[in-house]
């Protein structure tokens, strides 16, 4: 199930997942981090060649690396969230382009995020 397309045509399993941990590491590196550290953030727009990354990083890594990069960042984002004051939540930062951000706004977008890939992986493991 871990290589087998969500659809024909559409990614594996194993290109989502990476394509999740490319970006939470991307935003960990890039935003999350900076605002616990008080830095300016440096996030930009990266979005096509970002996304044909994680893919070409799901064919040149094992599945327990990509499962166990991918739950750790995860968890070094929940922990920097957590530690982060109610001013540092709520504050509008610019990114690397200028373009306003919000932890909230964040949030809010990759959890639709996560939501979505979650949908397509449970329709495959129900097919």
């Known amino acids: 199930m871990w290589k087998a ?15 999740i941990l490319l970006w939470d ?3 960990e590196q890039e935003a999350i981090s900076k605002i616990a550290k008080a ?11 970002f996304n044909q990354n994680a893919v070409l990083y799901a064919r040149a890594h094992r ?6 990069q991918a739950v750790a960042v995860r968890e ?6 957590e530690k ?11 990114d690397g382009e200028g ?3 919000t932890v909230q706004h964040y949030l809010d977008d990759f959890i639709e995020h996560d939501n979505h890939h979650r949908s397509q992986i449970e329709r495959l493991l129900a097919s």
Do not use: C, M
């Open 99 to 101: 373009h306003p951000f």
């Open 63 to 68: 599945q327990q690396v990509i499962l166990d």
């Open 76 to 81: 070094r984002i929940i922990d920097y969230l």
């Open 84 to 94: 982060l004051s109610n001013e540092a939540r709520s504050q509008v930062y610019l």
């Open 5 to 19: 397309p969500l659809e024909l045509g559409k990614w594996s399993v194993s290109d989502v997942i990476a394509h």
């Open 39 to 49: 830095e300016a953030l440096t996030l930009t727009n990266l979005e096509f060649p």
């Open 25 to 27: 590491t991307y935003f």
